[in-house]
C-alpha cells in the first residue's frame, strides 16, 4: 500500500510480515540507499508458581546495508523473519488454551503490538492519567464521581457500543466508569481492560454511602425497555452527545446510572462543536476515536482468543489480505424458531468479496475471506466448497449471549467468549462486508480505525425487490432441490445439471462449484444482482450511513 505524506511528493512503501512473537515492519524508502527491517514487539510465554503470564518483548533490529549484502539476501532475510514468526503464532495458538488469568488480573498485551490501537501510538496520551484517576476515585484517594452503565436487556454488540458512549463522557467529566454487566456468564472473561478494572461489585456497590439526592438515573430504554432509537428518550440522548456541552450533563450528581442501547461517539466528535477542541487536544479524531475507546477498555483475553485459535496463523498474518464477510441471517435462526440459512442463500456476499478483492487487493498478494455469521450452514457450505479461501469455525457452537440455543445449556460463556473474540478479529480485516442491520460487522469495521474500507450491504439482502426475482436458483449438487425451497422463495428452482455456463444468455445467475472445494460460486455477470453488486462492492459506504444504520429497539443485536 502507498502513503502520501502532507506537503512532500516522496511515497513509502510498507509491507508487514506476520508475527506473534515478532511483528516486523519493512519500510522501504523510494529514495532510500539503506533499507531497513525493523522488530517492533512481540509476546511471549512465561511461567510462574501461581499463574502463567504473557508479557510482552521486544525484538531486536535487523539493519540491512544494501551496500554490502548480496542481491537477493535482504528478501531472503526478510523471508526467515517471515517464517520465524509465522511459527511463533503457531507456537502461541497451541499454547493459549492452557493460560489463564486470575479474576483480578488486567489483560496485559499479548498479541503484536500493531493489532492494538493504543500500543501503535494512533490515540494520544490520555490513558495513564485517566486510570490513575480511574484508581484513586475506587480506592477513595478522590470523591466518590462515577458513570455506571447499566443495561441487560439487549445482545453483546448492542451493549459494548453503547457503553462507549457512556465511557466517554466519564473520560471527559473526571469519573470513574464501571460496567453493570448481567447474563449467565462474566464480560470480564472474555474482555477486559490493559488499563482499568471497570467490573460493577454489586456485593459491595460503589454508591452506597453516596445521597440519594447525588444519584441521578438517566433511563433511555422507553416504555417496552427495549431502548427504541424513535422514542423521546432518544432524542435527548442524541441532543446531548450531538450539540450539548457533555461536561455539563450530570455536573450536579457524583453517581451517574445510565441505561442506554445507542452509540454516538463517532457522531460526537464529528458533530458536537462544544467538544470537539477538547477531543483533538486529547488525540481523539472521526477516524479513530472508537477504536481507541474501545482498546482501552475491550480486549479480547487468552481465553477468548484460544477459542478461535485455528484462524490465528491467517488473521494475524500481515502479509494476507483479508476481506471480512459478516452475515447476519437474525436472532430467529439462533434461537431454532426458523430454518437457519444455508450457503446458497449467501452467494451475494461472496460475490461481493470477490468483487472487493479485484477492486482493493494488491496484485500478486494472497488473499483470505474472514466469515463471520450466525448461521452454522453458511460456515459449513462456505468451509466445504470455498477450501482455503474462507477462514471460518465451521463447527463453532453460536447462540445469542442472551438466551443460549437448545442443547447449549452451561456453554453461555463458550458463546459470549467466541462472539467477542470473533468480533475482535474482525477488526483486523483489510475490507469489511457487514450486514446493514447487525451490530457484530459495525463494530470491527469502526475499531478497524478507517473510512474506505466498509461496504454496507442493505438489510435483507437475498430479497430485494426488483432483483432477485430475476435469479435462478441452483439446487445443491446431488439433491432434489426441494429442502432449499423454503429458504429461496423468491428464486426459480433448476436441476443442478443445467448449470453449464454461468455467463450464457439464458443460463443461471450462480453455478455451484464442481466439486467441494472449488472456486466460488459464479455470477452471470449480466443479471440484475450481478449489476447491483457490483455497483455496491467496488465502493465503501459512507461513514454516515455505516455509523447511522442502527438497529433500532426491538431487534436484539
Not at 462544544?274 to 479480547?300: A, E, T, W
Amino acid at each position: 500500500m502507498y502513503f502520501k505524506h502532507h506537503g512532500t511528493s516522496s511515497r513509502c512503501r510498507f509491507v508487514l510480515f506476520s508475527a506473534a512473537a515478532s511483528l516486523l515492519l519493512l519500510t522501504q524508502a523510494v529514495h532510500a540507499r539503506r533499507p531497513k527491517i525493523t522488530g517492533l514487539a512481540g509476546a511471549e510465554l512465561l511461567s510462574s508458581t501461581n499463574t502463567r503470564l504473557l508479557s510482552s518483548t521486544p525484538t531486536s533490529s535487523v539493519v540491512l546495508n544494501s551496500s554490502v549484502v548480496q542481491p537477493g539476501a535482504a528478501a531472503a532475510a526478510a523471508a526467515a523473519q517471515q517464517a520465524a514468526a509465522a511459527a511463533a503464532v503457531q507456537e502461541l495458538a497451541s499454547q493459549l488454551p492452557n493460560f489463564r488469568l486470575r479474576q483480578s488480573d488486567l489483560n496485559e498485551a499479548f498479541l503484536p503490538t500493531q493489532v492494538y490501537p493504543i500500543e501503535r501510538g494512533s490515540c494520544g496520551n490520555w490513558m495513564e492519567s485517566y486510570s490513575a484517576l480511574h484508581r484513586d476515585v475506587l480506592t477513595g484517594r478522590r470523591p466518590p464521581r462515577f458513570s455506571i452503565f447499566r443495561q441487560p436487556h439487549n445482545g453483546l454488540t448492542d451493549r459494548l457500543v453503547s457503553s462507549i458512549s457512556v465511557f466517554l463522557h466519564a473520560l471527559l467529566t473526571d469519573r470513574a466508569f464501571l460496567f453493570d454487566w448481567s447474563g449467565q456468564h462474566s464480560l470480564w472473561d472474555a474482555l477486559r481492560s490493559s488499563f482499568i478494572d471497570w467490573r460493577y461489585d454489586r456485593d459491595s456497590p460503589p454508591e452506597r454511602g453516596v445521597p440519594a439526592e447525588q444519584q441521578l438515573l438517566l433511563d433511555f430504554m422507553g416504555a417496552n425497555g427495549q431502548g427504541d432509537h424513535r422514542g423521546p428518550e432518544h432524542a435527548v440522548f442524541y441532543k446531548w452527545f450531538t450539540d450539548t456541552q457533555l461536561q455539563d450533563v450530570g455536573s450536579n450528581a457524583s453517581v451517574l446510572i445510565w441505561s442506554v442501547n445507542r452509540g454516538l461517539v463517532w457522531k460526537a466528535a464529528t458533530s458536537n462543536s462544544h467538544i470537539k477542541q477538547r477531543l483533538r487536544s486529547m488525540g481523539f479524531n472521526p477516524v479513530n476515536i472508537f477504536g481507541c475507546l474501545f482498546d482501552f477498555l475491550y480486549r479480547p483475553t487468552p481465553a477468548a482468543m484460544a477459542r478461535v485459535a485455528p484462524l490465528l496463523p491467517q488473521l494475524l498474518d500481515p502479509s494476507i489480505f483479508k476481506i471480512g464477510l459478516q452475515i447476519r441471517t437474525g436472532d430467529e435462526h439462533l434461537a431454532g424458531g426458523k430454518p437457519a440459512k444455508q450457503f446458497e442463500d449467501a452467494f451475494e456476499w461472496f460475490h461481493c468479496a470477490r468483487v472487493a478483492e479485484h477492486t482493493w487487493k494488491p496484485p500478486g498478494q494472497q488473499s483470505v475471506w474472514f466469515l463471520l455469521t450466525d448461521s452454522p450452514g453458511i460456515r459449513r457450505g462456505a468451509a466445504r466448497y470455498l477450501g482455503k479461501q474462507v477462514a471460518t469455525l465451521a463447527d463453532a457452537l453460536l447462540g445469542h449471549t442472551l438466551h443460549a440455543p437448545a442443547g447449549a445449556k452451561g456453554k453461555a460463556a463458550a458463546i459470549l467468549g467466541l462472539a467477542a473474540a470473533e468480533t475482535w478479529l474482525f477488526s483486523l480485516m483489510d475490507v469489511h462486508v457487514i450486514s446493514q442491520l447487525s451490530g457484530f460487522g459495525r463494530v470491527g469495521a469502526m475499531m478497524a480505525g478507517g473510512w474506505g474500507h466498509i461496504i454496507q450491504l442493505p438489510a435483507g439482502m437475498w430479497s430485494l425487490a426488483g432483483y432477485e426475482a430475476n435469479l435462478t436458483y441452483l439446487a445443491r449438487p446431488g439433491g432434489s432441490g426441494a429442502a432449499e425451497a423454503d429458504n429461496a422463495t423468491q428464486r426459480a428452482m433448476m436441476d443442478a445439471g443445467q448449470c453449464n455456463s454461468p455467463s450464457q444468455a439464458a443460463g443461471p445467475a450462480f453455478c455451484w462449484p464442481e466439486e467441494p472445494p472449488g472456486p466460488p460460486p459464479a455470477m452471470d455477470g449480466s443479471s440484475p444482482m450481478s449489476l447491483k453488486m457490483r455497483h455496491l462492492c467496488s465502493k465503501a459506504t459512507p461513514m454516515q450511513e455505516v455509523v447511522m444504520a442502527h438497529t433500532g429497539a426491538r431487534r436484539r443485536g
